[in-house]
């Protein structure tokens, strides 16, 4: 964390309530030529579900390829996090290493190696390397536990901020917890790739319902921001559930409580996924874009996606200028069911262009004060159907390129 | 043409050949405050035939609407361009503005109105002002003939420098000529969106045949290459073939010259898709990107176009940065087959990465040398399969984001 805070984090770490049944540790393993603890180990109780959602890139980190298959068995008792080496397309010494630390882990546990999950995120094509792996854990499995902050500051890599997220939920008459961490802004960072997010909640939740539910929550949440549109090989997010709070456990939308988590963790991943696009590298400001009227919630989304990563709409928002045609381009470029003469533009609450044409005497005063506040609305009624969708993102600014150009990897 | 020109541009405008059926006019509108030629008039010989392309925009403006019907009718007698207003997303008097200059033309010339084509590029979002254009058209019918150059520029809205090309070919024992101007980069200027293209020949084409030709050669120049990736609303090119060359008209693949006359065609589309790139807003670098081994061409060209599209990638190459990990990224975010362990990249003459991991005794310097030049070459082999495809995009630097957040439109 070498560069100085972005202007769009919150004031301090919020809180986040400990979770009964996770134990968190840090280590300096040493992978790059920073002093900094590198090494993240949640330690999970025995009985925990596990349930993950990867990169959809072709060409994925191992860590991503050995994670999928592990989620599925839905069991986990370990996560080790590596920052400052991504370790992805790095062959077989790279899958090599992770099988390494995943032996390790599980003699010192004394589970199966596949309730053992890693991730790596950091500098592409360089092996991670199995010395350094080895004397992190070596610390880290026996190091004293740590707060939800440390271990959010230690996931990190370009990172600004700290981020992590709490909530609660009433489920069968008891109190569950949640909480979480996140790292990254998607593929932004010179060579930092990676969005990593975890939560953890001492609910009791069958393992598929758990995968369900994160599908669903994460459709909402992390799939709906984008910073520059580029992908990393290794994001990942991951949900451990220990169920230390007792009760049966969740296993279906019908059950006592299923909704009251669901809407707790769609809470914390969205606020997790807002504070990644608070530390876009550059951004200056938060952008809210609210389609509604496309042909499906799935078409809003597309068209949401693709104003939100216009380059031309996102340095009209960092220039503050009230570009409304770049987001009808952005909208007639997204490929989606749309008809000009229905369309609908508002900034902030000004309604701009309605039905393929400017508003009759619009008046820009009210939607420049908008534009030069921190925090942006567009709103877009396609006007033909009732799908909606929210997406998140924010400008382009000299500081995006000076981060990705100037300095040299 | 206020901003100095890219330092990509060629050192003067091209040798283009006039073309027989063909007589160009400018004259000043007065669209914008700037003192210049904004109106441009081709008047046609009878019997020309005519092809079109127009962007996918689902919002697309009233002259791309008009263009793509008038074209299927395969005849043409004028075109019309008016520069720094792009008449998109402005309702019925938008429509009305179009409708009165075809009138105008087609009144002048004796022509049917479907004979007659209008392009505008400029500010979206506010109509076309019809005195202006009825003062223009005044002049223009009957101003003195221009050059190709003086066409070049009364087209252009932010671009720093002219674009033309020309070619010739051997149909049926007869030399047929080509000419070609465009203006623009994609949409990437301010509120200056578009590119448009027109081409203009002397040979007999038949017009089916002739967008058969058209399509084949967009697919492969003006849709191969990519600024910002944006799409404009009013994204046109037109090919016009006056006959005046003489001889049967060209109706086939089998036909006496068709080949080298569609290499002509493709020759002077690639010269004028690569003009547009070399003036990409804030362009340091022209960059060709090779993709090799894909599933196929389609499949290389999407690949080659995430590649081009990658906000990392093409700050990367600003800063002159080896930093392959990003190219791998763009592979694996294109959503094409691909299998990791296949990739390979190369930089220059230089093999960076094969089979999935970094070349074994990679040295960087040789990297290091190519990308300080202004020509980047990338190469990518996927490996599985025979479908490859070229595109050509520009690095992303503090200049695009000056020219579209700095400067208030």
Chains 1, 2 share one sequence.
Not at 25 to 31: D, L, N, Q, V
Not at 284 to 311: M, W, Y
Request: charged content about 20%; overall charge negative.
């Amino acid at each position: 964390m070498s560069l100085p805070p972005s202007p769009l984090a919150p004031a301090r770490f919020p809180y986040v309530p400990p979770i009964a049944g996770v134990t968190l540790r840090t280590a300096r393993a040493g992978y790059t030529k920073r002093q900094r603890f590198d090494m993240t180990y949640a330690e999970l109780a025995e009985g925990t579900a596990v349930a993950g959602v990867f990169t959809k890139s072709r060409c994925p980190s191992y860590e991503v390829q050995y994670g999928k298959k592990a989620s599925m068995l839905g069991r986990a008792r370990a996560l080790i996090v590596n920052a400052g080496n991504s370790n992805a397309f790095t062959g077989l010494s790279g899958r090599r290493a992770v099988e390494t630390i995943v032996a390790r882990v599980a003699h010192h546990l004394g589970c199966q190696p596949s309730d053992v999950f890693v991730s790596s995120t950091g500098v592409i094509g360089v092996p991670l390397p199995i010395d350094k792996a080895e004397a992190g854990l070596a610390q880290v499995l026996t190091a004293e536990p740590c707060s939800w902050e440390d271990a959010a500051i230690a996931i990190g890599t370009t990172d600004t901020f700290a981020k992590g997220a709490g909530a609660s939920a009433i489920v069968g008459g008891k109190s569950v917890q949640l909480a979480g961490i996140v790292k990254g802004s998607g593929m932004i960072a010179p060579d930092m790739a990676t969005m990593l997010g975890y939560v953890f909640t001492d609910a009791a939740v069958d393992h598929s319902f758990l995968q369900d539910m994160l599908s669903k929550a994460n459709a909402r949440t992390f799939n709906a921001i984008t910073v520059d549109g580029d992908t990393s090989t290794s994001d990942t997010v991951l949900v451990f559930a220990t169920g230390q709070a007792g009760g049966a456990a969740l296993s279906g939308w019908d059950d006592d409580g299923a909704d009251a988590f669901y809407a707790a963790l769609e809470q914390v991943c969205r606020s997790l996924a807002h504070q990644v696009v608070r530390d876009g590298e550059g951004a200056q400001k938060f952008i809210e874009i609210n389609v509604t009227g496309a042909e499906s919630d799935e078409s809003a989304r597309v068209i949401g996606l693709s104003i939100a990563n216009s380059p031309l709409v996102k340095t009209a928002i960092a220039g503050e200028d009230a570009n409304w045609g770049r987001v009808v381009m952005a909208v007639g470029k997204a490929g989606e069911p749309a008809e000009r003469d229905l369309l609908s533009i508002r900034f902030g609450a000004t309604e701009v262009a309605a039905k393929g044409e400017v508003v009759r005497g619009y008046e820009e005063a009210p939607v420049a004060k908008h534009l030069k506040g921190q925090e942006i609305d567009i709103g877009v009624d396609i006007g033909i159907g009732e799908g909606s969708a929210t997406v998140w993102t924010c400008d382009l600014t000299h500081g995006y390129i000076s981060i990705n150009a100037d300095y040299r990897s």
